[in-house]
C-alpha cells in the first residue's frame, strides 16, 4: 500500500517561512497584498505555502549580479521575452 505521506507536498506556514527567509510575518503578509512573493494556499483561514512554490520563487529571484539572472526564466531566450 502507498505510503500517503510520501505523496504529500511540504509546506511552510507563515511563521516558518518568515524564520527561513529571515523576513518578518508582516513583509509576507504585504507581498500577499501586493500581489508578490511565493504563490500561496489560504486553509481554513490560515496561509500555507508549498516547498516547491519556494523554491520556484527563489530561483526566479537569484541573479548573478547587475541584474543578471541567475537561472533563465521559462519562456525567455538569451535574455529576451517570447
Known amino acids: 500500500m502507498n505510503n500517503i505521506k510520501t ?8 511563521a516558518q517561512l518568515s524564520k527561513y527567509w529571515n523576513v518578518k510575518q ?12 511565493p ?7 490560515k496561509v500555507v505555502y508549498k516547498l516547491s512554490e519556494i523554491l520556484k520563487f527563489e ?3 537569484s541573479f548573478k549580479g ?6 533563465q526564466k521559462k519562456g525567455e531566450e538569451d535574455g529576451k521575452q517570447k
Not at 508582516?26 to 512573493?37: D, E, F, P
Not at 504563490?39 to 483561514?45: D, E, F, L, Q, W
Open 7 to 14: 505523496l504529500q507536498e511540504q509546506y511552510f506556514n507563515e
Open 26 to 37: 508582516s513583509t509576507l503578509q504585504k507581498w500577499r497584498s501586493a500581489g508578490v512573493g
Open 39 to 45: 504563490i500561496y494556499i489560504k486553509r481554513v483561514g
Open 59 to 61: 530561483e526566479e529571484n
Open 66 to 71: 547587475s541584474g543578471e539572472r541567475a537561472y
